[in-house]
C-alpha cells in the first residue's frame, strides 16, 4: 500500500514541477501578494491543481498550503492525510535561484509517514518511507508520458541510500536563505563554540531538510515560523534517514494535523 502511494506522490510531484518549470521560464509568474504578506506565483496554483487531482485517487483528504482553509472540526479525526506544499520556497523562484521544491507527505495519526521532496531544477528528488528508508535520486529528463510506469521501489537500484557516506569531520549548520532570525544566528554563533571545524550555509526551502537527511549538514535550527506543509515531507525523509525533528523546548517530535499549522521551533539533527 505504501509502495503504491509513494509512487502517487512521486509521479504527482514530478509533474507539477514540470508545470512550475513552465512558469519558471516564461516571463510571467503571475505574482500575488496574500494576505500574510507572502507571495503567490501562478505556478503555486497551476501545480497544486496537478496534485490534487493525482492525489485525490487515492481517496486520502489533502491539507494543502493553498488549500490550507479546512475547519479544524472537519479534518480533526482524519487518521489519514496528505500535506502538501506545490511550491515550497516562492520566494526563491520569484529570485530565480533554483531552491524551491514540490513537498508531498503523508501523515498517519500525526505522524509523517511518507514523504517526497523534488527539486524542479536540477530533476533530483528524496524520499522516504516509514521501514523502508530514504533515498535520493535523479530523474531523467524523458518525455512525462514515458513516466506513466515508472515505479520508484523497482528502480532502487537507481538510487543512493540516505544517509550518504561522508568522510570528512566538518560540523555543517544549513540556515534559511530568507528567513534567517536573530535567535538562529545565536544558536549557531553557540555551537562554532563548541566545535573545532564549523561551516555555515544557506538554502531555501524544503532543501534544508534535504542537506540533514543526506549528511551533508548535521543539523538545521529553525527559529522562526514555519508551516506544517513546508516541514511534514522532509520529516518523513529525515527520520527514515535515522535522525530526528524535534520541538526546540519540549524536544519532542513535531506532529501534524494541529489546529493551529503554524510549528513552534524545531531542530533538525
Not at 500575488?32 to 487515492?58: H, M, R, V, W
Not at 544558536?187 to 544557506?202: D, G, L, P
Request: with cysteine.
Amino acid at each position: 500500500m505504501l509502495k503504491s502511494l509513494l509512487n502517487t506522490a512521486v509521479l504527482a510531484s514530478i509533474h507539477a514541477g514540470h508545470k512550475i518549470m513552465e512558469v519558471y521560464e516564461s516571463d510571467d509568474f503571475g505574482v500575488e501578494i496574500k494576505s500574510d504578506n507572502s507571495p503567490l506565483t501562478k505556478a503555486d496554483k497551476e501545480a497544486n491543481g496537478i496534485i490534487q487531482k493525482a492525489l485525490s485517487a487515492t481517496g486520502i483528504p489533502v491539507l494543502s498550503e493553498e488549500g490550507k482553509d479546512i475547519p479544524y472540526n472537519q479534518r480533526k479525526n482524519w487518521k489519514h492525510l496528505w500535506v502538501v506544499d506545490p511550491l515550497d520556497g516562492t520566494k526563491e523562484f520569484i529570485k530565480q535561484n533554483g531552491e524551491f521544491t514540490v513537498n508531498i507527505a503523508l501523515v498517519e495519526n500525526h505522524k509523517p509517514i511518507l514523504g517526497v521532496i523534488y527539486v524542479p531544477v536540477t530533476r533530483v528528488v528524496y524520499f522516504g518511507v516509514l521501514g523502508m528508508g530514504a533515498y535520493k535520486g535523479n530523474i531523467p529528463a524523458e518525455n512525462l508520458e514515458l513516466l506513466s510506469n515508472f515505479d520508484v521501489f523497482n528502480s532502487l537500484g537507481d538510487y543512493q541510500k540516505l544517509p550518504l557516506d561522508k568522510t570528512d569531520t566538518v560540523f555543517r549548520v544549513v540556515g534559511s536563505r530568507s528567513h534567517m532570525s536573530e535567535e538562529t544566528t545565536s544558536y549557531i554563533n553557540a555551537i562554532t563554540k563548541n566545535q573545532k571545524k564549523v561551516e555555515v550555509i544557506s538554502a531555501g526551502s524544503a532543501l534544508k531538510l534535504c542537506l540533514v537527511a543526506e549528511g551533508t549538514a548535521n543539523v538545521y535550527p529553525r527559529f522562526a515560523p514555519t508551516m506544517e506543509w513546508d516541514v511534514a515531507a522532509g520529516h518523513a525523509i529525515i527520520n527514515e534517514a535515522g535522525k530526528k525533528v524535534l520541538m526546540h523546548n519540549s524536544k519532542e517530535e513535531l506532529k501534524y494535523n494541529r489546529e493551529n499549522n503554524v510549528n513552534g521551533w524545531f531542530v533538525a539533527c
